[in-house]
């Protein structure tokens, strides 16, 4: 059964970090690449950021270059999204999303609350 897992969400300060991880299971992990999305109350869902298959490729939304950073460790299956100087525009319900060829698998989601 595919499961993705995100966790480390929380109530942060402005300026603060935070880091997220996603678990992932029941699929070739290493064979995916792996999207954050993050969706804000009232707002649509946005691509946060994505990471190739074997890490050595990023990519970033404006709103977040230079203070997110994507990682993955292969070996545990996870991906985690570094989040430092946050704002409180980051407060979101944050996804991880799993995708190779036609296979989307998602997560549930951790909501990040940035407020002082």
């Known amino acids: 059964q595919v499961q993705l897992v995100e966790s480390g969400g929380g109530l942060v300060q402005p300026g603060r970090s935070l880091r997220l991880s996603c678990a992932a299971s029941?699929?070739?992990?290493?064979?995916?690449?792996m999207n954050w999305f993050r969706q804000a109350p009232g707002k649509e869902r946005e691509l946060v950021g994505y990471?190739?298959?074997?890490?050595?490729?990023?990519k970033y939304a404006d709103s977040v270059k230079g203070r997110f950073t994507i990682s993955r460790d292969n070996a545990k299956n996870t991906v985690y999204l570094q989040m430092d100087s946050l704002k409180p525009d980051d407060t979101a319900v944050y996804y991880c999303?799993?995708?190779?060829?036609?296979?989307?698998?998602w997560g549930k989601g951790t909501l990040v609350t940035v407020s002082s």
């Open positions: 999303n799993a995708i190779y060829a036609a296979m989307n698998y």
């Open positions: 990471i190739g298959p074997s890490g050595r490729y990023t």
């Open positions: 029941g699929f070739t992990f290493s064979s995916y690449g």
